[in-house]
């Protein structure tokens, strides 16, 4: 710090200079542990933030260099606690992997044979990691991963039917968040769309009156993430996949969610399985890694051998495939459904998705007695409530469950909104952030994802809420 004393005796204040503060003590610790460019980058923010106030010393410059070095390194991808009673919570990144894909994404970051055949010492084919396991499990002919399920559609139209007609039902022309607009991705997919029937109805005649020398593709969309009631009919997959094999044209079945199991098993709610698709005739089915299936960001696309080649060797194929360590995290998570009995343990997915109302609220209880004492100020209880399964899987069909709530003690006030919000904020601040979610005036910490309270007891503990 220079200071030089004028003649009307007020100390002139003027900044360290670079130099100095890279030479000292404080500022060679720095470039040991951040570097010569960043920390000379974040000293010069801290420098010309002082010009401008006129202030600081080299302690307090140092200081807010540390820490502005400190949250420039900090990762921006981090773990969060899923309180928010969405299991397959795309904002989340979806399914959380097991153990063993996780496992397996480590093993790929270094070199594998992603593209290489060990036996024969020749190139070979990176679907082959996971094509056997999709074959064993649903009973296709051939199977092929891409990046997601939007790229599976785009590439399944491309490959069979690009500058032809694709049929849909007009109750089929969905929006999935995110932007995914079926009749969109059709465009891009450089098929034409041809609509028939009506939002609500539609009959084998509607799509039977559509196919002419123009068709390409015959499609059925699941419609994921909503539901219509009353007066509604859609044509069993059965009866379009016949109708689409009298006239020489395949028929796809576009599943979305992808369930490889009847979920029934587990307790869960009715969807319809890959399997049951391929059974009522799909010729090309393709659905997501990352939702019922539980593994990671991925879409699958199974059925016939010829039109799988045909896909394969589309040159969006390409621009599209799965790099080598979701590849690997796919291949582990389909191997856990070679062993069904043990499936509802190992893939987090199912195990969140099928645990029972009276466990959920065991945490709940040990949650809750965790920050009553820390929030004299809010009514904490613990309260039934309901679950959803997520990223628009079974979207009419909610799941038992318990969460730690908090009411405002003065319900009446007008800024019990306010205090909500911020409440909530203060969880998201948390080291390990805990993403609740605010719901009739009352925060609700949904417990379904929260396996134990010994980790986040620590993480809470400390913690003040106003
Ligand atoms: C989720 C979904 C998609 C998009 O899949 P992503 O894997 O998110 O790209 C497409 N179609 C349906 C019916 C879906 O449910």
Redesign the pocket.
Known sequence: MVESMPKNNQPIWRPPSMDVLLRSAEGLDLISVYGRKATTEELRVVLAECRKTGRGNAGNIFGSAALALARRRAKSIKTVYNLTGSVLH?NLGRAPLSDSAIAAMNVAGGFVNLEYDLDRGVRGERDNHIEGWLKRLTGAEAGIAVN????A?LAVLNALSRGKEAIISRGEL?E?G?S?RMPEVMARAGVKLREVGATNRTHLSDYENAISEKTGIIIR?????FAIYGFTSSVPEKDLAALAHRHGLPFYD????GALLDLRRWGLPYERTVQEALHDGADVISF????LLGGP???LIVGRKDLITKISKNPLKRAIRLDKTTMAALEATLALYDDEEKLADLLPTLRFLSRKEAEIREVAEELAAVVIPLAPEWRVSVAGCKSQIG???LPVDVLESAAVVFESKDPSKKSVGRKLKRLASEFRELPTPIIGRIHEEKFWLDCRCLEGVSKIKSEINGLIFQ
């Open positions: 795309t997601n399920n939007a790229a559609v969905v999935i995110g995914f969309v699941r419609p994921s993430n576009e599943l979305g969610a997501s890694g990352d939702k960001q991925a879409g990223s628009g899987a």
